[in-house]
């Protein structure tokens, strides 16, 4: 499999409109300037931005409907049928996002909250410390999203809980970079963010594309993921500065470093109930719940034995009126 990409350092619509046909793109991970004066945000993180690039390009909130509407639109167009994108956005203008959004076809999946480890100082209102991530698809074909390519369906925590059903929340606690004394972007998103979203929404071989590159983030890892990566970046400064760094990334270096999830055979799933099956568990669960074990517990318990999910224990017990 030979893996490329193609960065432009041109503004996303023009250069969406030049490079990228319709029905190309497999999935869109973007952070897009966040229209309030972003050249500021060190007084509000009271930062040091000595070793922030210089380049970051902000968005004036007179223009960012319009703005959001122009790539919004192009976003749509280059995207597959069935394609996902994933847009990063904080909350001051997250109608205008919202608002172009509902101006295309595609169709929201999840409204997800991005809890990261430091927030914006403030004295007289709550801090600030989430993101929004809008992930939508394009109507008109199957989309991609790999329920298990993290955790097993039965792998459980140690209180039992379902690290897949964690993991699959929609709210996620994902740290940001933290770089003291080293060269950074304005913005941007950490490593693991990333993996998660291409982990859930692409496969290798696909084509990954983010409007908006700033610190070439997707781009690399999903290179190092075995995927196609193109883009495009407006700053000379900061395309000048990074294009280079993507000549040290391997093609698909990430992946042996990813966690393989547990799988369990359920060798029943999804095949009809015999009665004697149904007498089966019955019995069973009868005998575990007089030997002092929850309802949960027992089902959980005989999950591995009947070859079937939770799910399919606990309804099967529940049309029988146990």
Request: hydrophobic letters at 30%; proline letters at 4%.
């Amino acid at each position: 499999m030979t893996i490329k990409y193609e960065l432009y350092n041109e503004d996303c619509v023009a250069g969406a409109r030049k490079h990228l046909a319709d029905d190309s793109i497999d999935l869109i991970i973007t952070d897009p300037p966040y229209g309030i004066d972003g050249h500021k945000l060190h007084k509000h993180y009271n930062r040091d931005e000595g070793y922030v690039l210089d380049g970051y390009i902000e968005v004036p909130e007179t223009e960012y409907p319009e703005f959001s509407k122009g790539w919004i639109k192009e976003a749509s167009r280059v995207l597959r049928p069935g394609g996902s994108i994933y847009i990063v956005s904080g909350y001051s203008n997250l109608r205008h996002i919202l608002n172009a959004l509902a101006a295309t076809p595609l169709e929201e999946k999840n409204h997800i909250i991005w809890k990261y480890n430091f927030g914006v100082y403030t004295k007289t209102k709550f801090v600030s410390s989430h993101y929004h991530i809008l992930f939508y698809t394009k109507p008109g074909g199957r989309h991609s999203f790999n329920t298990y390519s993290r955790f097993g369906p039965h792998e459980r925590t140690g209180q039992e809980g379902s690290l897949n059903y964690q993991d699959r929340e929609d709210v996620w606690v994902i740290n940001r970079k933290y770089k003291p004394g080293q060269p950074k972007n304005k913005n941007e998103l950490p490593t693991h963010l990333l993996i998660k979203m291409l982990q859930y929404s692409s496969n290798q071989g696909d084509t990954v594309c983010d409007f908006f590159l700033g610190s070439f983030s997707t781009a690399k890892v999903a290179i190092a993921m075995n995927r196609n990566a193109c883009g495009f970046e407006l700053s000379k400064a900061t395309y000048k500065h990074q294009i280079g760094s993507m000549e040290r990334i391997e093609p698909g270096e990430l992946l042996s470093r990813l966690r393989t999830p547990e799988e369990h055979l359920l060798y029943n799933q999804g095949k009809p109930w015999s009665e004697d099956e149904l007498e089966q568990l019955l019995s069973s669960f009868e005998t575990l719940r007089l030997n002092g074990l929850s309802k949960k517990e027992s089902i959980q318990r005989l999950t591995a034995d009947m070859g079937r999910g939770y799910f399919a224990l606990m309804n099967a017990l529940k049309r029988s009126g146990a």
